[in-house]
């Protein structure tokens, strides 16, 4: 079968597109006929090695995956003996993040227990663009950031996949959303909902003055004491990603502000594939329908990976590997 292949660290341009034997799925796992993938800035960290910290679980020198890809959407093939609840045909969604990855080829075998049954209403191009991304927010926003009505939610980063989908989760709150990202992302934000926008580059938000009752952060870059000026007095402030100085930062000092204070301040730690069957009934309910920039064809995934490292992408890109 055709694949991406990660032989050594360094850049998208290392990338090789070869041809590896169609994997064989144990007892407990099922094989997967990819037909849609979405880009990640996971696939980013992995291809590059950085942060470093992806070389401490990854493989110090050389990479121990050898196929990246994370979000995928396709039709299974064929069950492992012990398969109890998903057949031949069923077209299934999940992010393979936490099971070797291996999403940017013809052919993957997953557990059971990562997938989803795609939801009925939406093509694979779409369902492929919302594990990763979709369950962060979910995760960010209602999970953990217990998000009600009314509230005022700030969304820093909120024109990539997580904000983009973050907002369509918010809606139904009724809260007031302010989304902040660069100046060409500014329109997308404020046709999918965002009540205000912040262009980051001319604007910090967090010497503005206001405060939020939630901010889900994608890219933290900032003292957490800016943070929690940020916040109203029972905010919460969630962060899924950003510069690791600052994420040990807010790790580490979060719990000792909620000390002293009544916000709370945490780094959001992904659990893959934690509820998509959620996400699933959202899609399904008409709530949920990603941005997606794309679909590209499979060998433009190396060039991809770049562009979404260098943050030109809108929303979600999507690669259609059946066409
Ligand atoms: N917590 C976990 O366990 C876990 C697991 C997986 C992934 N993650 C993290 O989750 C995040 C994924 O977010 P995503 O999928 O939405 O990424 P994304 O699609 O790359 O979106 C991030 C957005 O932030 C914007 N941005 C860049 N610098 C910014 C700044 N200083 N201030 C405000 N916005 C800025 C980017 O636009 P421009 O580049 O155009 O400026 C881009 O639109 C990543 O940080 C990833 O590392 C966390």
Known sequence: MKAILLKEYG??????????????????????????????DWDWGLVRGKPFVIRLFFGLIKPKITIPGA???????????????FNIGDEIYCDLSECGSGGFAEYVCVPENQLSKKPS????????ALPHAGLLALQGLVEKGKVKPGQ????????????????????PYGVKVTGVDSDEKLDLMKSLGFDSVIGYKKSDFTATGETYDLILDTKSNRSV???ARSLKKTGRYITVGGSMYRLVEIALLGPLISL???????????????????????????QIKPVVDGPYGF???PGLIQYLGEGKHLGKIVVELIR
């Open 152 to 171: 005022s939610v700030l969304i820093n980063g909120a024109g990539g996949g997580v904000g983009t989908l973050g907002i369509q989760i918010l809606k």
């Open 260 to 286: 002293f204070t009544r916000k709370k301040l945490s780094v959001l730690i992904h659990k893959p594939n934690r509820g998509l069957d959620r996400m699933t009934e959202l899609v399904e309910m008409g």
């Open 71 to 85: 979000d995928i959407s396709g039709k299974i093939e064929a069950v492992g003996a012990g398969v109890n609840s």
């Open 225 to 227: 004491f800016k943070y």
């Open 121 to 128: 209403n939406m093509s694979h191009n779409d369902a492929s």
């Open 299 to 301: 060998d433009e995934i």
């Open 11 to 40: 850049s998208p341009n290392l990338l090789e597109i070869g041809e590896v034997a169609k994997p064989i799925p144990k007892d407990n796992e099922v094989l997967v006929r990819i037909h849609s993938a979405s880009i990640n």
